[in-house]
């Protein structure tokens, strides 16, 4: 009877062992595959423009790029306020298409946020802006 209850407790011992040795392979596998899918998501995005779309039945799949969030430029300091005798006549144009501006930046921000494209955002800024020039210059 002492050899078998012996006997058990080797097996049970290298049971334990070869599970704790799986446990850490599968985990490594896992940190291997996760690491993979986000180098063709950073890969994907780069080149695409766009993020690649999760299968169904993963609800979120969630990163930090290896590069980090991009430095944000300082913002410029405010201008000096002119004078009220010296303020030029506001161009009635001007007024509508700098809501616009205001909105589409609003736009970006929580693209950017959200971690979707911005590319059509920022053409549209870029258009709005443009706008804006050629008004300034009639």
Not at 87 to 99: F, H, Q, T
Not at 115 to 133: A, F, S, V
């Amino acid at each position: 009877m002492k050899d078998v209850i012996s006997e058990y407790h080797r097996w049970k011992q290298q049971g334990e062992g070869l599970r704790a040795e799986a446990m850490r392979a599968m985990e490594t596998r896992y940190r291997d595959l996760l690491t993979e899918a986000i180098q063709i998501a950073e890969e994907y995005r780069a080149d695409f423009g766009v993020g690649l779309k999760l299968p169904a039945g993963v609800t979120q799949f969630e990163y930090k790029s290896a590069g980090g969030k991009k430095p944000k430029a300082p913002a410029p300091a405010p201008a000096p306020a002119p004078a009220p005798a010296a303020a030029a006549p506001a161009d009635p144009k001007l007024g509508p298409l700098e809501k616009r501006l205001a909105a589409a930046q609003k736009k970006l921000e929580a693209a950017k946020a959200a971690g979707t494209p911005t590319k059509n955002l920022e053409d549209k800024i870029y258009e709005i802006e443009d706008e804006i020039r050629l008004a300034k210059l009639r």
